[in-house]
């Protein structure tokens, strides 16, 4: 029989090997769109992790929307842009001082750039550089503008050695961070076994969560970490999240 007939390429082993197929690609698009949502929401900013493989990847920076923002105003269409008050400058820079290494602590409010967070009335975005880092953080303020109830935010490191492992994750924490963790340290993979995320979550006090982590990220680039702090009050509404990452908000990062 010719091989080629039609009675030959509509047998059922092709059918079967066309729908696993099909399966797989539908499993790979949704996958996909998954690590494409979490990136645009800066959930897992992967684009800024791997900025030289990822980084043409769409997301939702603030610092870009203030940029454009400021050029549609230049160009006739403006857009109110929300003042932020010397108080909430000054809560952060003092606040600041009490979490970080002092070589991270920027000299003034001067320093940081300030912009308005669209999606919390009291929400604000700060970043500033130092030497060897880039800070990214978000904090909240209480209503009367006064006091920082909720804090997040990200440095960005320097290379690290050729080998990683939990111990070396948690000791280059104590590179960053000026205060001692008092809970437990725990390690799970994010989502693809080259991250690998270790934290330290505890209850600071009767009204008061802390965390502090570090991310690691191993690619042909180099090996990367990402250090993490957050701090939430009873006045937020982040105080009921066992981790700093929202992927871990109901399970914890557990040892």
Same mark, same amino acid.
């Given at each position: 029989m010719d091989p080629s007939s039609p009675n030959q390429q509509n047998q059922p082993g092709n059918k079967g090997m066309f729908g696993m197929l099909s399966i797989g690609i =539908? @499993? =790979?698009?949704?996958? @996909?769109?998954?690590v494409l949502a979490l990136n645009y929401f800066n959930v897992l900013p992967l684009s800024k992790l791997l900025p030289n493989?990822? *980084?043409?990847?769409?997301?939702?920076?603030?610092?870009?929307?203030?940029? @454009?923002?400021?050029?549609?105003s230049k160009? %006739?269409?403006?857009?109110?842009?929300?003042?932020?008050?010397? *108080?909430?400058?000054? $809560?952060?820079?003092?606040?600041?001082?009490?979490?970080?290494?002092?070589?991270l602590v920027p000299a003034s409010s001067s320093d940081i750039n300030?912009?308005?967070?669209?999606?919390?009335?009291? %929400?604000? @975005?700060?970043? +500033?550089?130092? !030497?060897? !880092?880039?800070?990214?953080?978000?904090?909240?303020?209480?209503?009367?503008?006064?006091?920082?109830?909720? =804090?997040?935010?990200? $440095?960005? %490191?320097s290379e690290l050695p050729s080998s990683i492992s939990r111990e070396t994750t948690m000791s280059t924490a104590a590179e960053v961070f000026s205060i001692e963790p008092k *809970?437990? +340290? %725990?390690?799970k993979r994010v989502i693809v076994e080259t991250m690998l995320y270790c934290e330290n979550f505890w209850e600071q006090s009767e009204n008061s969560k802390r965390g502090l982590g570090?991310?690691?990220?191993?690619?042909?680039? *180099?090996?990367?970490? =990402?250090y993490y702090l957050c701090?939430?009050? !009873?006045?937020?509404?982040?105080?009921? +999240? !066992?981790?700093?990452r929202p992927e871990f908000l109901k399970t914890g990062v557990t040892p």
């Open positions: =539908v @499993i =790979v698009s949704i996958f @996909i769109l998954l493989y990822l *980084g043409f990847l769409p997301h939702r920076p603030y610092a870009e929307s203030l940029r @454009i923002e400021n050029n549609n160009q %006739g269409f403006p857009t109110p842009i929300p003042l932020i008050s010397e *108080g909430t400058k000054q $809560a952060l820079t003092s606040y600041l001082p009490t979490i970080l290494d002092p070589s300030f912009t308005k967070d669209p999606s919390s009335q009291q %929400g604000f @975005i700060a970043s +500033w550089k130092t !030497k060897e !880092k880039n800070i990214d953080s978000s904090f909240r303020m209480s209503q009367d503008l006064k006091k920082i109830i909720a =804090v997040d935010f990200y $440095a960005k %490191g *809970g437990t +340290w %725990g390690c570090a991310l690691t990220i191993t690619s042909p680039a *180099g090996n990367r970490i =990402v701090e939430h009050t !009873k006045e937020s509404d982040l105080y009921s +999240w !066992k981790s700093c």
